[in-house]
C-alpha cells in the first residue's frame, strides 16, 4: 500500500512541491498537440485550485511541475468570487448551474446546502492532491477519447510523486534541473529553444510563465524580492538573472578522458551568457515570439506602425485611437511594435 502524501507542517511558510508523473509503460505518446492540451489543462485548473506554477517542463514520456500551494485563507471567497472564477476556468454553463444551485436553496432557505455546495468547491482549491488529480485525469480522458475506436484503462504509469522542496537555493537548484530536463537530453542546445518548459516560454513573453519564474526568485533570494514599480523591467531583469544562473549550472561534464557524462553548456557558451548579462539579442528575442512575425499585422518601428495605421484608418476598429502595440515580454526600451496586441500565447 503506498505511503500517505507528505504535506508541508505548519511551520513552512510557503509550501512548494516537485511533482514528476510518467506515462505508462514510458512510452512516447506527449506530441506536440498533447503538450499543448496538458498545458491548456494545467493554466486551467492552476486558476481554479489557486495554486501556482513556478516552473515546468513537459518530456514525451512524463513530465514535471514546480507549484507552490498557498494555506487555506480564514475567510474563503465569497460566491460572486467564486462563480467568477468558475466562468473563467470551467465556462460559463458551468457557472450558471452553479449560480442556479444556490439560487434555488437560498430561496428555500436551506443554508445547509448552500454550505455544503460552496465547501465542495473550496475543498478543490489549496490543495496539491486536487490539483494533480485534475490535471492527470482531465488529461487522460481527452487523450482517451483521441485514439482511434477509444482508449480505455490508465494512462499514467503510477500515483505522481511529490518533492517538499525548501526555499532558498534548494528551489533554484530544482528549477534549474527542470529547466535543463530538454538540454540533458540532447533535445536542444539553449533552453530556451524548448517551447515546453517554464523558461522557454518566460522569454517567448508568456505573463503566467514569467510571473512564475519572478515568484520562484523572490522564495529563494531576498535579494531578488524587491518589486519595483517597473514591473514589467523587473520581471524582464529576472529572466536575465535566471538565464545566467541556468547557465552556470548547466556546465557539460566529462570524464578524465574528455568524453562527455552528461550534457550540458560548454564553458564558451557560459561564457557568452555570463558577458550578456543573461540578455538575448533582440532578433532572437523576437524569434521566441514568432507569432508576432505571423500574426502581429504589422511589425516595425512606432513610426512606421502608426504610418500604416494612419494609411490604413479603414481596415482597424473605429474605437481604437493608435496603432503601435508592444510586443509582450520585451523591455520597454524596445523599439519594436506590431499592430496587434495577441492575447494568446506569442510563441508557436
Not at 519564474?213 to 529572466?239: C, D, H, T, Y
Not at 562527455?260 to 538575448?280: H, M, P, T, Y
Amino acid at each position: 500500500m503506498p505511503l500517505p502524501r507528505l504535506h508541508a507542517p505548519d511551520s513552512v511558510a510557503h509550501p512548494v512541491y516537485h511533482c514528476i508523473s510518467r506515462i505508462v509503460d514510458r512510452r512516447y505518446v506527449l506530441g506536440p498537440k498533447e503538450k499543448e492540451h496538458f498545458l491548456q489543462n494545467m493554466r486551467c485548473y492552476e486558476r481554479l485550485c489557486g495554486v501556482q506554477v513556478l516552473d515546468y517542463c513537459l518530456m514525451d514520456n512524463h513530465f514535471h511541475i514546480l507549484v507552490e500551494v498557498p494555506r487555506r485563507p480564514a475567510v474563503p471567497p465569497g460566491e460572486t468570487e467564486l462563480i467568477a472564477l468558475v466562468k473563467e476556468t470551467l465556462g460559463e454553463s458551468t457557472a450558471q448551474r452553479l449560480a442556479q444551485r444556490l439560487e434555488r436553496w437560498r430561496e428555500q432557505d436551506n443554508t445547509a446546502a448552500i454550505k455544503q455546495e460552496l465547501e465542495r468547491w473550496y475543498a478543490q482549491r489549496w490543495d496539491l492532491g486536487r490539483f494533480m488529480k485534475m490535471v492527470k485525469q482531465r488529461f487522460s480522458c481527452w487523450y482517451n477519447r483521441r485514439q482511434p475506436g477509444g482508449r480505455v484503462g490508465t494512462l499514467w504509469e503510477s500515483r505522481y510523486r511529490s518533492t517538499l522542496v525548501e526555499c532558498g537555493e534548494t528551489l533554484q537548484a530544482m528549477s534549474f534541473y527542470i529547466d535543463l530536463n530538454p538540454v540533458r537530453a540532447g533535445i536542444v542546445e539553449d533552453p530556451k529553444d524548448y517551447r515546453w518548459c517554464g523558461y522557454a516560454a518566460a522569454t517567448a513573453g508568456v505573463a503566467e510563465a514569467q510571473e512564475g519564474l519572478a515568484r520562484m526568485a523572490e522564495l529563494s533570494s531576498p535579494a531578488l524580492a524587491n518589486r519595483s514599480e517597473a514591473a514589467q523591467a523587473w520581471v524582464a531583469g529576472i529572466v536575465a538573472w535566471y538565464r545566467q544562473a541556468l547557465y552556470g549550472k548547466g556546465a557539460e561534464v566529462t570524464d578524465e578522458t574528455g568524453q562527455v557524462v552528461r550534457r550540458g553548456f560548454s564553458e564558451e557558451q557560459i561564457k557568452a551568457v555570463r558577458d550578456a548579462e543573461g540578455n538575448l539579442p533582440l532578433p532572437v528575442y523576437l524569434f521566441q515570439r514568432i507569432r508576432y512575425l505571423s500574426h502581429g499585422a504589422v511589425l516595425g518601428t512606432k513610426e512606421f506602425v502608426e504610418s500604416v495605421f494612419r494609411e490604413r484608418r479603414s481596415w482597424f476598429s473605429r474605437k481604437r485611437r493608435s496603432g503601435a502595440r508592444r510586443l509582450k515580454g520585451l523591455a520597454r526600451d524596445c523599439p519594436l511594435r506590431c499592430a496587434r496586441a495577441l492575447s494568446v500565447r506569442p510563441t508557436g
